[in-house]
Structures are given as structure tokens and as C-alpha cells.
């Protein structure tokens, strides 16, 4: 191993190299069946096509299209989405697999219509600007069917304003090597933001490492500011629930929360 030191963009090829190693833990499945849960109470016709916006590594793209449906994954970063396709061409018994798509999705136009669209793991909060919130969220409204479900998970403002993100160190084993992840968070109260650097340094068992810096900027959201913005693209805030609990009353211990939107007009 090289010993390098790298500040990337967001996304990029050494923190997308690590990113499956970090989240291991996490149950996409259970998330997905959580959605599909959502999915069947609200709907008004039965879901088959489902749009995965911000799909990185196809953690969710995957488990749905296991689930029997026709998912098209989208995400930014072509480094992640090597990963997914990879995974995806591994498939088997799978009649339709994901397709994939790199595009930013704020100005993503593929010319068709879902019956779902997903956005998860905070993607919507990665849109820090309001009027990145309101391409995004455009562009959410543009592919949904009218009468169709948008599922997003966020940060829930008042928890974050309550509890105040901390600095967080995590070490995982990676192939052999030790993945050691430092997370230094800032919070911007005024913008609704908060800023982590995350730094990974990978170290082989012969002294030599890899460093890899990224700068993420995250924002929370408060529910009329959500309802706000949603109903501004055409679509109604159903439900807010506590995530990945998806059951419960939201309070300001509650740093994720689920949301399910339909597109009416």
C-alpha cells in the first residue's frame, strides 16, 4: 500500500473504496422491508417501479429489486456506482436486475415515471442550499406518477438542536488492514447545517497507510419546513415517523426520521 494523503471531492474513490466497509452493519433489508411497509399502507394503485435517488453502492437498489421490483438506481458519484453495478451483475436469479444512472439529481430528466421514488440515508440532506432542496425535490415530483410515493429518511432539526452531533472516532477491519474513521462534525445552526470532516486512514500490517479527507455538509429539517417545501413541488407530507423504528412518537431524541409524501398534482 502507497502511503498517500488525499482531500477528495464528496464521494470520492477512496471514501466510495471504504463505504460498504463502514456501513456493514447497516440492515438494508430491513429498511427496504420498512419502506415496502409504507409502500402498501398508503398506495393507491400496487408499486412496481421504484426510483432510488442517491442509490450509492445500491445498498436499497439491490434488496428490491430482490423483492421483484423494477428499480433504476441514480447516484453522483461514478466510484459508488461501480460498486452497484458490480453487485448488481452478481445477481442471480433476479429477472430484473437495477439499472444504473450517474447524474446529479437535481437536474436528472430521464423521461419516464415511477410509481415510487426513494431517497435514503439523508441524500435529501446533502441538498444544503434551499434551492438545491427545491431541484431536488423537483425533480422527485417530475418522475413520480401523480398519486405515487416518495419515501426520504433526514435529520430531524429539534433532536439535532438537543443533542449536538460529536466527534467520533470508529476502526473496522478492512481485507486485512485496519480502517480507522474520524468524524468532525460543525454545526451551523443558522443554515440548518452541519459540517463533518471525515478522515479514513487504511493501514496494512507493513506501516504503510492510506489517508483520505472529505468534507460532507449535512442539513436537518423541522416538519413545517419539509411540508413546506413538499407542497411547493406538488406533493403532501402523509406521515413523519421515528427511522429505522418506523413506529412511535417523534421527540427530540429522534436524530432520523421517515417521511412519506404523495405527488398530487
Keep these: ?3 498517500k494523503k488525499v482531500m477528495s ?63 433504476t438506481g441514480v447516484d453522483r458519484s461514478e466510484d459508488m456506482l461501480a460498486q452497484a453495478r458490480a453487485k448488481a451483475d452478481a445477481m442471480e436469479d433476479v429477472p430484473n436486475r437495477p439499472v444504473f444512472h450517474c447524474s446529479d439529481l437535481r437536474s436528472l430528466d430521464l423521461g419516464e415515471e415511477f410509481d415510487a421514488v426513494v431517497m435514503m440515508f439523508a441524500v435529501l440532506g446533502y441538498q444544503v442550499r434551499n434551492s438545491d432542496v427545491v431541484a431536488a425535490l423537483r ?8 398519486g405515487g410515493l416518495f419515501l426520504f429518511d433526514v435529520w430531524y432539526g429539534p ?22 474513521r474520524l468524524a468532525v462534525p460543525k454545526l451551523d445552526v443558522r443554515r440548518h447545517c452541519c459540517s463533518i470532516l471525515f478522515r479514513h486512514v487504511l493501514l496494512d500490517n507493513d506501516g504503510h497507510y492510506r489517508e483520505t479527507a472529505e468534507d460532507h455538509n449535512t442539513r436537518f429539517f423541522f416538519p413545517m419546513e419539509l411540508d413546506f417545501f413538499l407542497n411547493y413541488v ?10 429505522p423504528e418506523g413506529e412511535g412518537e417523534i421527540t427530540e431524541s429522534t436524530w432520523n426520521v421517515l417521511g412519506v409524501a404523495r405527488r398530487v398534482k
Excluded: Q, W
Excluded at 406538488?234 to 427511522?243: C, Q, R, S
Design 234 to 243: 406538488g406533493m403532501d407530507l402523509l406521515t413523519l415517523v421515528p427511522f
Design 159 to 180: 433532536a439535532v438542536l438537543a443533542m449536538r452531533p460529536s466527534e467520533r472516532i470508529r476502526t473496522f477491519e478492512k481485507e486485512g488492514s485496519r480502517l480507522i
Design 9 to 71: 471531492d464528496v464521494f470520492g474513490p477512496g471514501y466510495a473504496g471504504d463505504y460498504d466497509t463502514i456501513y456493514a452493519s447497516k440492515n438494508y433489508l430491513k429498511e427496504c422491508e420498512l419502506a415496502e411497509r409504507f409502500l402498501a399502507r398508503y398506495e393507491e394503485r400496487k408499486t412496481r417501479t421504484i426510483l432510488d435517488l442517491g442509490c450509492g453502492t445500491g445498498g436499497h437498489a439491490i434488496p428490491f429489486s430482490e423483492r421483484g421490483y423494477l428499480v
Design 139 to 146: 425533480c422527485v415530483s417530475k418522475h413520480l406518477r401523480i
Design 1 to 3: 500500500m502507497d502511503t
